[in-house]
């Protein structure tokens, strides 16, 4: 079902998708969503329009912290879950055992007591099998079918004029504007006049001039439907997520979709850089307004602040993921601009700052374990439980401050060698924890505008990481490497050797240039100290300084220490 570019890449769920089959005379309409907690909004605004919830639990790794955030949800709405145990074809899979640690999870959840008792089903995704006993042979697919016609019960049908909550938004070239949702109410035909109720109460009349049902993947059209069923719907362009849409002569508002609040924000800034609009097509804060404005319309998780600078706007959102997909998806479609380092959102109750916590879980061999803990203890994580399974894997669930985890993933990675699993998962707000310092190494800053060469860059990649080849150009301002040391360091790295009319030796041409470390969008987000910008364009991803002349950045520093 993920069908869109980042989400094949990255094999990951992004968006939510509806699809539909038919089994034994039953439509059964299916809502794929996101397991990651960044992308938390797509989960909750689906739920309102589901009256089941199939839980995949993978028979090796058991419940992770996403299990525990969608599960929380769905008995938040009183949504009853079927428990699949998924991928029993793995090495190792152990799936008696998650049953029970998914019931664990159901106990320390504080879910109704009907639900304990809740039906589970052993899968393989892979082969299309389903059974009841992962020991048992299977044939096909047909008993978690017949389980969700057993075990999920019909929608609920209201008699009454029709009424919908607006759930999803979609746009078509030839209508325009497509909202959608599960009718709660009634029923409507094609061409009815029916009501939008906005945020505030305003209430606009319009005509229904596509009704829209899913058939497998697609949407096709249709005369007339009833409740029960999801649709897309159009005839309007002024519809948010969280509208209600009724007939005009029962203007009953339905109580609109609540999501957890952002906990990272950062800047979006207009590319002031020397080199805006070489490889962008939008580049004015016009246009960065207008797709962060459409952004938040879709994407219920995201909020847009304008901010007393022209230049300038506040994105909040639930983590560096979702920002660095929301960053690609925009360069993709011919943005620029220029970002600064995620943040944390602190708040103030009582006197009493309060920061975002999460939950970490980690899975790491023992040659790695101490390594991980320790830098996470230098970000003010606590260990709330350690174990190892049957492989001899360690999982050790940290409770660190989102502060403390910005930019953690890619030191991850390089502490674990790749080899580690890491999840995160929003558990609250506590009080504020202390300085936390996660980046211990200054910059290398370009002094010059132009292109960089091999005889500036091999007496300095003995003492830092660089970001650029020789022949790459360069201009002044801009983060060329990380410094081995805790201070930047101003460098000529576009000087080149003078020529003279003297006879020199070839040893210029056997000197060994080590590659430019590259950034991937999430890791190079992490990367940004807070005096510095991450320059985002179609062909591009640059670090810079917020004041490119050393001039204004010396008097900057005047300034600041004369306060």
């Not at 790749?418 to 504020?432: A, Q």
């Not at 990367?527 to 001039?551: C, G, H, S, Y």
Request: with cysteine; glycine share 8%; net charge negative.
């Amino acid at each position: 079902m993920d069908q869109g570019d980042l989400e094949r890449e990255k094999g990951i769920t992004i968006l939510s998708k509806v699809t539909s089959v038919h089994y034994d005379g039953i439509k059964i309409n299916i809502v794929d969503t996101p397991g990651h907690s960044d992308f938390g909004g797509e989960v909750e605004r689906v739920l309102s329009s589901v009256d089941g919830v199939l839980l995949l639990v993978d028979a090796f790794e058991g419940p992770m912290p996403q299990t525990r955030f969608v599960l929380k949800k769905a008995l938040e709405q009183n949504i009853k879950p079927i428990v699949v145990i998924n991928k029993i074809d793995k090495p190792g899979e152990r799936s008696w055992e998650v049953v029970d640690e998914v019931l664990d999870l159901f106990i320390e959840l504080n879910c109704p007591e009907e639900y304990l008792d809740f039906p589970y089903i052993f899968a393989s995704g892979v082969q299309g099998l389903a059974g009841n006993d992962p020991k048992e042979e299977m044939k096909d697919i047909d008993p978690l079918f017949k389980l969700i016609i057993k075990e999920i019960p019909a929608p609920k049908v209201e008699e009454g004029p029709f009424q919908m909550l607006v759930t999803s938004l979609g746009y078509d070239d030839h209508v325009g504007r497509l909202f959608g949702g599960k009718v709660l109410r009634g029923e409507v035909n094609l061409k009815d006049n029916l009501c939008v109720i906005k945020r505030d109460g305003e209430t606009k009349n319009f005509t229904l001039t596509r009704l829209n049902i899913y058939e497998g993947l697609k949407q096709v059209n249709t005369e007339k439907v009833e409740a029960g069923e999801i649709v897309m719907l159009s005839g309007e362009h002024d519809v948010e997520i969280g509208d209600t849409i009724t007939s005009p002569e029962c203007q009953e508002a339905l109580p609109r979709i609540e999501v957890d609040e952002p906990t990272v924000k950062m800047e979006f800034i207009v590319n002031s850089g020397p080199w805006a609009g070489r490889s962008g097509k939008f580049l004015t804060m016009r246009n960065l307004l207008a797709r962060l404005t459409k952004e938040s319309l879709t994407n219920v998780s995201i909020d847009v602040e304008e901010t007393e600078q022209p230049d300038t706007l506040i994105v909040s959102g639930r983590g560096e993921l979702q920002f660095a997909i929301l960053l690609e998806q925009m360069r993709r479609e011919g943005y620029e601009v220029c970002v600064s380092k995620p943040t944390a959102i602190i708040k103030e109750k009582n006197g009493v700052k309060y920061e975002p916590i999460e939950t970490v879980t980690i899975d790491v061999a023992d040659e790695y374990m101490g390594s991980v803990i320790e830098e996470l203890s230098k970000r003010r994580g606590e260990i709330v439980d350690m174990g190892k399974d049957e492989a001899g894997m360690n999982r050790i669930v940290f409770d660190v401050p989102t502060r403390g985890l910005i930019g953690f993933r890619s030191d991850f990675m390089t502490l674990t060698k790749g080899y580690g699993i890491m999840s995160r998962l929003f558990k609250g707000d506590e009080p504020y924890k202390g300085d936390i310092e996660t980046r211990h190494r200054g910059s290398i800053i370009a002094k010059e505008t132009g292109r960089a060469t091999a005889y500036s860059i091999a007496p300095l990649q003995e003492r830092a990481t660089l970001f650029v080849s020789p022949g790459d150009e360069v201009y002044e301002g801009q983060v060329v490497g990380e410094n081995a040391k805790s201070n930047d360091m101003v460098v000529n790295i576009v000087k080149a050797k003078h020529a003279t009319n003297m006879r020199s030796s070839t040893e210029d041409a056997t000197v060994l240039i080590t590659p430019a470390k590259k950034f991937l969008l999430e890791a190079a987000l992490g990367f940004i100290a807070e005096d510095e910008l991450l320059e985002v364009t179609p062909d591009a991803l640059r670090f810079r300084k917020r004041l490119l002349t050393e001039k204004e950045r010396l008097n900057e520093f005047r300034e600041n220490k004369n306060k």
